[in-house]
């Protein structure tokens, strides 16, 4: 019988809670069960792991060491998540990078993380080529599945490689993980530190949310592999050892979503409203042979229209809501299956292992049915932002995370939302902070003022309307105009759908642009959808 003493001297990463001992653990207890699936093919654990492991350690052998950060630049594939496991696993830190985003502004996250490496895919292997062109230190670069050129190395050409393994690297569950940028209110983004332990946070509420205690479930991922929606939700199906199928990006066609769930027998989706409305819509959407036992959505606000139909379309499925952000890794509230009739409007109520406070600007707690800021503490608030003391600081003032958002809380306890603090819209489940858009507007020729606000839209929610004073007497500027310039220097989903041309902004006494004026003159029309 071993001793004490000797038993503290086994490997402490064998102790660990984090991603890569879950898959690990699976490789050797189901190592046929599939992990993955993707376009029909499936990747087992075994080969999840061996996988993984392999590509750990030619990125090692090429220097990439612990707390260095790698780029991930792809749609939505198993690749993905193989490479932020090996990434991972030399105590390394995966950025994934929305693909949207123009070579400027994924150059700016390139040089803001301090990335050394940055693995994409052959579709958006020009975006990356242009992005180190401008960051010549992002030296390293691996293109998955296809024939590479120059100094790009091949993805499975590493996997397959023979080499020394890499020495196992003990990882503290407080050790970053991801960093996920975010555009701040400033107009620069972000990037949120998320942690080992944020995801074993994550993983837990998401069990919880989701019930996922069957042993049998069959995941669906629709999210882009970039947004915090997509690394929450599978963290909890690698906890579990279960299967997630990986919907590709591509245009949203809800008969052959439905096609996928059916054939995969699926039983647990998150799409945002939008998505469901559509998926509802769908004339063989109710007479289908489905497995889906919960249905959810969040990211964006679901019309009591849309909620409705999803109940009525998948009676057997709980309607669960979930609600948070990126800084909260993601999950913060969740409107049960029980209550998604009963509660209507509501996000739900917090979950059981994050602490809330609904607070004025003093950070006083205010009555029930009071508007204020929900601010939070616990397990998977963010560590802060990277290299940005100053908005970490401003983001964890009077020792709360502040989220921005402006809510009630009713007497049973159910949160609504009633306004973001931020200046922030949200377009179909994308975030689009004014400031951002702002900045880039201010660098057209014709414009000296700018501001944009949201506008309620059928489709997305809301998209950005940009109120601009022009320099000069000339024409009005379009939409199709504007477009057309802001098409290198800002994603296609931030573009502003309408421009109204004023001859100033309105401004308080201190100078400052009023945007209530603004959304109440320019923010209640209808858009046409596009």
Known sequence: MSSRSETLTQPLQSRRNHWNNWVATHARTKPGHPAFRHLGQSTSWRELHERSQALAAALSRRGVNFGDRVLLLTLNRTEFFEAVLAINALGAIAVPVNFRLTPPEVAFIARDSGARAVVTEPALAP??????????????????????????????????????????????????????????????????????????????????????????????????????????????????????????????????????????????????????????????AAGRDLALRVISWGAAPASDTVLRAMAETFPKALVVAVFGQTEMSPITCVLDGDDAIRKLGSVGKPVPTIQTRIVDDEMNDVAPGTVGEIVYRGPTMMQGYWQNPAATADAFAGGWFHSGDLVRQDEEGFVYVVDRKKDMIISGGENIYCAEVENVLFGHPRIREAAVVGRPHPKWTEVPVAIVALDDDGDDLTVDELAAWLEDKLARYKHPKDVVVVDALPRNASGKVVKGELRKAHGAHDVAVV
């Not at 400033?186 to 942690?195: D, H, I, N, Q, R």
């Not at 949310?209 to 999210?223: I, K, Q």
Request: with cysteine; aromatic share 6%; net charge negative.
């Open 127 to 284: 975006l990356v080529s242009a992005v180190r062109q401008d960051v010549p230190d992002l030296g390293l670069a691996i293109v998955m599945g296809a024939e590479t050129e120059g100094d790009v190395l091949g993805y499975e050409d590493l996997v397959a490689e023979d080499g020394p393994a890499f020495a196992p690297v003990d990882l503290p569950e407080d050790t970053p993980s991801l960093i996920l940028y975010t555009s701040g209110t400033t107009g620069t983004p972000k990037g949120a530190v998320l942690s080992h332990s944020n995801m074993v946070g994550q993983s837990i509420t998401c069990i919880r949310a989701m019930r996922y205690d069957r042993g049998d479930d069959v995941g669906f991922l629709a999210s882009p592999v970039f947004h915090v929606a997509a690394l929450g939700s599978v963290a909890p199906m690698l906890m579990l050892g279960a299967t997630t199928v990986i919907n590709p990006l591509k245009a949203f066609d809800p008969a052959e979503m439905l096609d996928v769930w059916e054939r995969e027998r699926i039983t647990t989706a998150f799409l945002v409203p939008v998505q469901w409305q559509a998926v509802c819509a769908d004339p063989t």
